[in-house]
């Protein structure tokens, strides 16, 4: 696999229509032949899963997408100003011990996806699962359960009566779940780092999150191709940075949510969280202490962390 660590190539890379996405139901079609084990419904969830697919499916599954997103749209804020309102009452107070994944990104994001499936629990804690199928080094074990999980959702009939609608629904809100509360509390975590003792009515908010848990997207080379020093044929898989410490930051900020046919659908929601939660903070005479962070070592695409501890003064 070829690394690109330079912002330009990258985004040129993202936007040509010589590099096509990496199908992960291939992978799990080739573990299921390797196994011997069943993996039809995961395989079916990749299918519909638009960072995976190309071409008129994808632009298909895209539309209906975009719909839903804009259709629960009031009611996505809706939920967010109810769940933001209860956070700031019973987590902000002096002296209290936060964990900004757990206490904080996390139930933003349930009240997030709740507005775009239906609100069950076991589908939410589906929707945070189904991430790890993307992990290289997940075990074999935790993907069959995952698979199963994927197996049990399809037969109900939650949400929508069409089973395609009902997947789509399940990887629009899947897509959202580890970028959004990763980069949140990432972000956060980089402010009350970087401002240490003072209090958050005198720290600079920044407009856009200034870390995110996706740092690299995938592609696959479908022509031979040539970027000065890099040699690309056809089949090569490619990881193209977006964000980095050796960008500038505004070459992170403009690749944050991807670019092109593949660019975020969460991107103004999740935008609109940011200026709703920094407007908030940045009213606060409160402090925050940075205690510890914990990342996870296996959540590859993502950066994820586990758990974030802040303590208010
Ligand atoms: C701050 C939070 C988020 C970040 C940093 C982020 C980042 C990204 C990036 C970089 C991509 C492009 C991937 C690629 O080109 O391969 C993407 C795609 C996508 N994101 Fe997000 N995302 C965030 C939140 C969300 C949320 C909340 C949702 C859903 C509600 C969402 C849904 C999607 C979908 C459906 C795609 C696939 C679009 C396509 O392939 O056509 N994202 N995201």
């Known amino acids: 696999m070829e690394l690109v660590k330079d912002a330009q190539i990258a985004k040129a890379i993202i936007l040509?229509?010589?590099?096509?996405?990496?199908?992960?139901?291939?992978?799990?079609r080739e573990l299921?032949?390797?196994?011997?084990?069943?993996?039809?419904a995961a395989v079916k969830l990749l299918e519909h899963l638009p960072v995976f697919i190309?071409?008129?499916?994808h632009q298909r599954i895209r539309k209906v997408m975009a719909k839903q997103i804009s259709r629960t749209k009031e009611s996505q804020l809706a939920a967010v100003h109810q769940s933001l309102g209860d956070l700031f009452q019973h987590c902000f107070r002096p002296a209290a011990k936060i964990d900004l994944v757990a206490d904080f990104a996390q139930p933003l994001w349930r009240s997030v996806s709740a507005s775009i499936v239906p609100r069950d629990d076991k589908i939410l804690d589906l929707v945070d699962e189904i991430p790890g199928l993307f992990s290289p080094i997940l075990s074999i074990r935790e993907r069959a359960k995952i698979n199963e999980k994927i197996a049990a959702f399809l037969q109900s009939n939650f949400g929508a009566e069409d089973e395609d609608e009902r997947l789509i629904?399940?990887?629009?809100?899947?897509?959202?779940?580890r970028p959004f509360v990763g980069t949140l509390s990432l972000s956060l975590y980089e402010i009350f780092r970087s401002h240490p003792n003072l209090p958050m009515c005198e720290m600079s908010w920044p407009e856009a999150f200034p870390s995110s848990s996706l740092t690299y997207v995938d592609r696959m080379c479908q022509a031979t191709t040539d970027y000065t020093d890099l040699k690309l044929e056809t089949g090569d898989r490619v990881r193209c940075v977006t964000q980095s410490p050796s960008y500038s930051v505004d070459e992170n900020r403009r690749a944050l949510f991807g670019f092109g046919v593949h660019t975020c659908l969460g991107k103004s929601i999740s935008e609109r969280v940011w200026s709703l939660v920094t407007h908030r903070l940045s009213k606060s005479d409160l402090r925050g202490e940075c205690v510890g962070i914990e990342m996870s070592p296996h959540d590859d695409p993502f950066k994820m962390p586990i758990k974030i501890e802040i303590r208010l003064h």
């Open 16 to 28: 040509s229509p010589d590099f096509e996405t990496y199908s992960m139901a291939n992978r799990y």
């Open 32 to 40: 299921s032949r390797r196994t011997e084990m069943d993996f039809s």
């Open 54 to 57: 190309g071409g008129e499916n």
């Open 169 to 177: 629904l399940l990887c629009l809100a899947s897509l959202g779940a």
